[in-house]
């Protein structure tokens, strides 16, 4: 790029940037490179440009490189979650390319910085990635890199067995006891509320343990239900062994980081590096297609608004449609995300009869509605709340599937096509598995579940991935699913995996 070209893209920057607050988009402070096509897809294979290297990098490195090679798929831009914001662009992007790809970036960062489901997210990610690709460095000089490369391969394995909802709530301050609203729950306080609630649980003399509200709420017995038959163990239960975990984990990773027995403190150091950047790239696997279609959305105005020639608009027109083309077999994310964002705001600026009636709507409040779904909401609840029947006739859209030798359309009822679509998005498209037994048999042998609704998992894959399981757990594995509409028991003792029907 020569030099006239880098200062006409800085005052495209500065105009698309001026274009972007004006419409209230909200980003961190942006900082964007531009970089060879090597460069670019050694970071796309990587998700980031300072994680640690394994062979898995580079066989999706090649096979985005060789599908770029032969003209198969481009990428334009890398942006990444952080503060500031990096973007990448790609070197050989003409000036409009690198336009359109700028007001698509900062939309993904105003996503980024006001999306509640990335509030959680390390906006530090790359400098403590940075941090953690040393560490691995050092355990591979000091282990040796067949063995540190062989463990990452198992805990690549089952990566994606996180539980990002663990923690919340677990912060939060406690609510502090009023003696004026009620007993102070102390031992031997004498205090007693005088409510006839509080009468009925014998706590006269101020030690129920219980705070009671001035006003007491319609749903009071519901609370009740969460201390029924606390410290009412019968004997029988105190005989029955402690129950490993008290409930299933969903966090199949820090069960095993915490739990495993035969680990090394370098194996757990590896699996924590794993979980946290699981955690990191969570939220954009939960908001795919709302994230490229808040992107396109904004960049298709920012780029209206541009003082652009003739030529100029044809070549972004061009470019425009090719990154929402539909597809007959698959969903593109851009697209739908586009025309629901533009299906939402129409609704709120535009209500029909019913809505005025039903819902109160005014007219007028589409953008305000655009933002607010931006703010709250992850693709499950964007297709659950948004996707109407009017839309999925609009847009076409369907499912499908092989039937014999042929693809066949099998549904096209909305309610239907909705339901599948947000089933498939559960736990990001994951299977739901959980630690049922950390102590099966009392062997020390891990019990896995899985959550079956009507997906059922891939055996192949599952065959290959409970060996990996084994070798962090040290000892024999077990995972229950459902094959055919029966109950099978898959496991793996070392040699190799076999099933049965429970």
């Known amino acids: ?30 900082y964007f490179e531009i970089c060879p096509a090597d460069i670019l897809y050694t970071f796309g294979a990587y998700g980031m440009p ?60 105003d996503f980024f910085k006001n999306n509640y489901y990335f509030q959680r997210t390390s906006r530090q990610m790359v400098e403590s990635m940075s941090v953690a690709a040393q560490r691995i460095r050092q355990y591979e000089f000091a282990h040796g890199r067949e063995k540190v490369e062989s463990f990452l391969d198992s ?37 007693g509320c005088g409510k006839d609630s509080c009468k009925d649980k014998g706590c006269e003399g101020g030690n129920c343990g219980h705070t009671h509200s001035e006003q007491e709420s319609p749903y009071d017995d519901l609370w009740k239900l969460d201390h029924l038959g606390e410290g009412q163990e019968s004997k029988d239960d105190t005989q029955k062994a402690k129950k490993f975990p008290k409930k299933p984990e969903k966090d199949l990773l820090l069960f095993i980081m915490e739990y495993g027995r035969d680990l090394e403190d370098w194996q757990r150091d590896i699996i924590s590096i794993i979980r946290e950047e699981m955690f990191y790239f969570w939220p954009q696997m939960q908001t795919k297609i709302m994230n490229e279609g ?56 535009e209500p029909g009869e019913e809505d005025r009636i039903k819902y109160g709507r005014p007219g007028g409040e589409g953008r305000e509605k655009i933002f607010e779904i931006r703010e709250l909401d992850n693709d499950i609840s964007f297709l659950r709340n948004c996707l109407t029947e009017e839309f999925v006739e609009q847009e076409d859209i369907y499912l499908y599937k092989k039937v014999g030798y042929e693809w066949k359309i099998v549904e096209k009822d909305w309610q239907k096509v909705r339901d599948s679509l947000v089933a498939s998005m559960v736990n990001s498209g994951f299977p739901y598995i959980v ?51 029966k109950k099978v028991l898959f496991s793996y003792s070392g040699e190799k995996v076999s099933k049965k029907f429970v």
């Not at 790029?1 to 402070?29: C, H, P, R, V, W």
């Not at 409009?96 to 939309?107: D, G, R, S």
């Not at 994606?160 to 031997?188: F, L, M, Q, V, W």
């Open 1 to 30: 790029m020569s030099i006239n070209e880098k200062y006409e893209l800085e005052k495209a920057l500065e105009q698309i940037t001026a274009i972007a607050k004006g419409y209230n988009l909200d980003f961190y402070d942006m």
């Open 435 to 485: 630690v049922q037994d950390g102590d099966y048999g009392k062997r020390g042998e891990l019990y896995l579940h899985h959550a079956y609704e009507g997906a059922e998992l891939d055996v192949y894959y599952l065959e290959r991935t409970l060996p990996h399981v084994y070798k962090l757990w040290g000892r024999p594995v077990y995972l229950e699913t459902v094959l055919d509409s």
């Open 294 to 349: 808040w992107a396109t959305y904004w960049h298709l105005r920012i780029m209206r608004d541009m003082d652009l020639t003739e030529e100029e608009s044809l070549e972004f027109a061009k470019l425009h449609s090719g990154v929402i083309q539909s597809s007959k077999v698959r969903l593109n994310p851009y697209f739908l995300g586009l025309k629901l964002f533009e299906y939402i705001e129409k609704r709120w600026d």
């Open 155 to 191: 805990v690549i394995s089952i990566q994606e067995h996180i539980d990002p909802y663990r923690d919340i709530g677990k912060n939060e301050p406690a609510i502090e006891k009023s003696e004026s609203g009620g007993c102070c729950g102390g031992e031997g306080c004498g205090k």
């Open 50 to 109: 300072t994680r640690f290297s394994h062979w898995s990098f580079g066989k999706a490195y090649h096979k985005m490189k060789t599908q770029y090679d032969y003209n198969l798929s481009r990428i334009y831009e890398m942006v990444i979650n952080s503060d500031p914001c990096y973007a990448f662009l790609l070197e050989g992007n003409s000036l409009i390319q690198n336009k359109m790809v700028m007001a698509h970036v900062l939309a993904h960062c």
